[in-house]
Each structure stands twice: as structure tokens, then as C-alpha cells.
């Protein structure tokens, strides 16, 4: 497998610097991305790095996570408006952690092979750096003229033109310059990969390298993903789609990657999945052919999903969608844990009803109307449920007048309540 081929057909260069492809095809090449620790779970933004990783490891390759401990406490100025909340080393150290753990689902660090994926915490080798020594031996390498002429800077210098940017984000770059050096000379890094936002710090590390080691190294990035709308790629009204379920649910992530549209489904299906051109080629002539399968779209949500969780969240995810748009029963309904039922049911009315209601029995009719105003007249309900329109946890109502008590609970907290197919109820039982 041809690194660089395999990118260039998944669309996932931007910019690669000359001599870059000679050295991956020369001998196995070490390469680094850089992740930011500013939380203990990654996030669907990360998942782009972190699979050029995944193909470079592939490839023969041997890939280094660099979590940046350091710079994470001061803050990347490429693409922000405002400077970042600084991080104390416990905290890092938890989020390294915690971020290594994900990683391993997408990297092999265990298995011996020369090309064994690597992470590394640049606070490791910056915690102990002395102010003074690292303007001597770093600083003095790379002017002022030089770092002012980056993008990110002076982008940053033109959204925020009153507040401008103070010297600490200033010297991000020298920072992440000095990474590249590190690895360099450490590891024998030979390649940084990034967003394409990054290439003015990837390229001052190599200028950096250049000046005071003499070497000569590489750097690629890859397009900054966005929605067809062209907004941010991964960010939902609710916030970060994550990759712990902590955060997001299993139910949550696949439903993500389903509803993505038919053109982004198969530019997604080469960026987030290893699955082979012709795979693709030909889901997107299926795709072509009928659209309203949306075939993509199924298989890119069960690929990432699988992937980022597992076979048993997949299929649970898909289960738990077959309740609102597809036949289901009872028994999956009450097999939901109560995190998914309440993701499953987002959005749809929802009643409160003290406890004692349900305790003591009330008959539907009842609850559905003066309980929880689901049907606007017991007429309507009884005419409804009549003509075999109403049902209770996915079952139908035999009864206008059938007694509804806790055996009907699910969680021993809810009931599901429906109107014709596709009105559905949320009914919370208050304590």
C-alpha cells in the first residue's frame, strides 16, 4: 500500500511539501500528529489525523501521537478567536490517558512490529525547559518576520485587531517548532501531519530543523472537513459529537453519521473508513441508483460506529432506531437502557405524572387526556383507540378504559404512548 496514493484518492491532501512522497516510498518513515488534551475523550474533528495515522501504520509506517501536554496549556491560534483555557498537569495527565485508551482502537502500540504506533506528551520534555535556555537555543532560530508572516497569525491579528494576540499564543509555533525538532532528533521523525490549518506551524518545525540540525524532513496536511452547509464538520446543536459514550451515545454517534447527506456520505466513507475504492466505487453507484436506500449512509454509520464502539453498540444503535422508524416491540423497548430511550425519544412531548397516579391505577382514557394531554377530548381517544390507533410501549390498546399501573413502567420511570404511527409521547412517572 502507497501511503500517499491512498490519501490522494481518499481526498485527503492538501498541501504536501516536495520530496514528501519520495521519502515514504525510500524506507518506513516515522510521521506525528498532534492532538490537543483539552478534554478526556476525542471528538469527531479528531478522527481525520488520527486516520492518516491509522493508513501511514498501514502503509508500514511508523505512527506518533504527540499529545500536546505543553502547548495545550497555552493554546493554537490557527482558526480562533480567543485564546483557550490553560489546564493544570493532573488534568492533562487524566486526559492523556483517557485519549490513548481511543486511540488504540485505531492504532496498533502493542504489538512489537517496528512500525508499533508511539504517544508521546511534549510537557515531558518542555516541563523542565528553562525560559532562558529556550529562547537561546530555539528562539533566536526563527524570526519575527518569519513567525508574523504565518496565516494563522495574521488572521488571527485581523479578526481580533482592539485585543490582538498576546505573546503566549505568539509563540505556539516556536513551540510546536521545537516538537518537530524533538522528535526529529528522538525518534527519527521525518514527517508532521495535520489539518490544513496547521501548515504554517508544521512548516516553521521544518524550517526550524533546517537551521539548526541541517536536516531535512517533510510535512502533509489534509483538508479541513466541513458540512455541506460549511459549517464546523462534527459539531451538532447540542455540541462535539464524541467518540465516549459518556458524552455521546452509541445511539447518538450512528444516528450522526446516518443523517449526513448523499454527497458527504461517500466523501465520508473515504476519509473515515478503511474500506477499499471499489467498496466505495461501487456503494456510490448503488447510491446513484437509488438514493432512497441510502445505502451510503447505512454503511458509513455501521463502519465508524463499529470502529469507534463496537459490534454490540452498532447493533443496539440500529435496534434502537427500529423503535421510532421501523417495527419494533416491547421487549426492545424495555431492553433500552435509560440513557438511549431518552436519546431516542429527544424532542417528542413529554409529560410529568406523580407517582401515586400510576401506583393506584388509572385507567387510559384518563391518562391521556387529563393526565397527560395527549388526545385533546376523550372522544378522541375513544374513537381512536376504537379504530386501533393508539398504543402503549409499542403494543395496542385493547381499551379505552384498560387500568394503566407500574407494571406498564419501563425503567420503573416511563411510558411510551403513540398516536396513529408516527405521534409519539414521552410519559415520566415523578417521584
Known amino acids: 500500500m502507497n501511503f500517499v496514493e491512498e490519501l490522494r484518492w481518499r481526498g485527503m491532501i492538501h498541501d504536501m511539501m516536495p520530496g514528501t512522497e519520495e521519502q515514504l516510498n525510500k524506507e518506513m518513515c516515522s510521521a506525528y500528529v498532534g492532538i490537543d488534551p483539552t478534554a478526556d475523550s476525542l471528538h469527531i474533528g ?55 485508551a481511543q486511540l488504540g482502537k485505531f492504532l496498533d502500540f502493542d504489538s512489537g512490529n517496528d512500525n508499533a504506533a508511539v504517544l508521546v506528551n511534549n510537557y515531558d520534555w518542555m516541563k523542565d525547559y528553562g525560559f532562558l535556555h529556550f529562547i537561546r537555543d530555539i528562539g533566536k532560530h526563527i524570526t519575527v518576520n518569519y513567525m508574523m508572516a504565518k496565516d494563522s497569525v495574521k488572521k488571527r491579528l485581523e479578526q481580533n485587531s482592539k485585543s490582538g494576540l498576546s505573546f503566549t499564543e505568539f509563540s505556539y509555533q516556536l513551540l510546536q517548532g521545537y ?29 526550524l530543523i533546517r537551521r539548526v540540525d541541517g536536516g531535512e524532513v517533510f510535512a502533509l496536511t489534509c483538508p479541513l472537513i466541513t458540512k455541506a452547509d460549511g459549517g464546523k464538520f462534527g459539531k451538532t446543536e ?10 455521546t451515545s452509541p445511539y447518538k454517534f450512528y444516528q450522526f453519521w446516518l443523517n ?104 387510559a382514557i384518563d391518562l ?45 420511570k416511563y411510558i411510551i404512548a403513540q398516536r396513529g404511527k408516527k405521534n409519539y409521547f414521552l410519559i415520566i412517572v415523578k417521584d
Not at 479528531?46 to 505543553?70: D, T, Y
Not at 447540542?238 to 458524552?247: A, E, H, I, M, Q
Not at 397527560?372 to 390507533?389: C, D, H, L, N, V
Open 238 to 247: 447540542s455540541g462535539n459529537v464524541w467518540l465516549d459514550k459518556r458524552y
Open 46 to 100: 479528531h478522527l481525520v489525523s488520527v486516520m492518516m495515522l491509522r493508513h501511514l501504520q498501514r502503509a508500514g509506517h511508523r505512527p506518533i501521537a504527540l499529545i500536546g501536554g505543553a502547548t495545550g496549556m497555552i493554546g493554537d491560534p490557527s482558526m480562533k478567536s480567543a485564546e483557550r483555557n490553560l489546564l493544570d498537569e493532573e488534568t492533562l495527565r487524566h486526559n492523556q490517558a483517557a485519549i490513548k
Open 179 to 207: 516538537d518537530y525538532l524533538y522528535l526529529y532528533r528522538n525518534q527519527g521523525c521525518k514527517l508532521q501531519m495535520g489539518g490544513s490549518d496547521q501548515w504554517g506551524n508544521i512548516t516553521t518545525g521544518a524550517e
Open 368 to 412: 391521556m387526556t387529563e393526565a397527560a394531554a395527549i388526545f385533546p377530548s376523550k372522544g378522541e381517544m375513544r374513537k381512536t383507540t376504537q379504530a386501533g390507533g393508539v398504543s402503549i410501549n409499542k403494543e395496542k390498546l385493547p381499551n379505552h378504559e384498560e387500568i394503566i399501573n407500574a407494571s406498564y413502567l419501563i425503567d420503573n
Open 260 to 363: 449526513v447527506g448523499d454527497e458527504e456520505a461517500i466523501k465520508y466513507l473515504k476519509i473515515f473508513t478503511i474500506l477499499s475504492q471499489e467498496e466505495i466505487e461501487d456503494l456510490a453507484r448503488q447510491q446513484a441508483e437509488a438514493p432512497h436506500l441510502r445505502l451510503a449512509q447505512k454503511r458509513l454509520a455501521k463502519e465508524v460506529t463499529i470502529m469507534v464502539h463496537s459490534v454490540e453498540d452498532y447493533e443496539a444503535a440500529v435496534e434502537a432506531s427500529n423503535i421510532l422508524f421501523g417495527k419494533s416491540t416491547k421487549e426492545q423497548l424495555s431492553k433500552l437502557d435509560e440513557a438511549t430511550l431518552l436519546d431516542v425519544f429527544e424532542g417528542v412531548p413529554q409529560f410529568e405524572v406523580e407517582r401515586s397516579v400510576i401506583d393506584n391505577g388509572i385507567k
